[in-house]
């Protein structure tokens, strides 16, 4: 199984992006999907995450603003940034609950960079 996250980039404050997660390989089903991110110095960070059934959980510092949907028949996940700030600055992390086999497991993305910055 592997994950392939696309979309970062550097867009001025109060910009959009969105992020992509493709999830391929032997996969039976799909959980929980998410985002995360890790700036400089700091820990990695729950941004915001989507369960099987459509509900949605987001970080404090990103509600009103990002966006977290998913698509089961292109085993992806979105993640729509919208009004960009420099402290969203950070590299960004899909993170997937699988079940490939009889096995779940969680997998990561390899990071998108997103720089906010004018």
């Known amino acids: ?57 987001y970080a404090d510092s990103v509600k009103g603003r990002f966006t977290i949907s998913r698509d089961n028949a292109k085993n992806t996940v979105y993640l729509q940034m919208d009004s960009l700030k420099p402290e969203d600055t950070a590299v960004y992390y899909c993170n997937v609950d699988i079940l490939s086999g009889a096995k779940m497991s969680t997998y990561w993305g390899q990071g998108t960079q997103v720089t906010v910055s004018s």
């Open 1 to 57: 199984v592997q994950l392939q996250a696309s979309g970062g980039g550097l867009v001025q404050p109060g910009g959009s992006l969105r992020l992509s997660c493709v999830a391929s390989g032997s996969i039976f089903s799909i959980y929980g999907m998410g985002w995360y991110r890790q700036a400089p110095g700091k820990q990695r960070e729950l941004v915001a995450s989507i369960s099987s059934g459509g509900w949605t959980n």
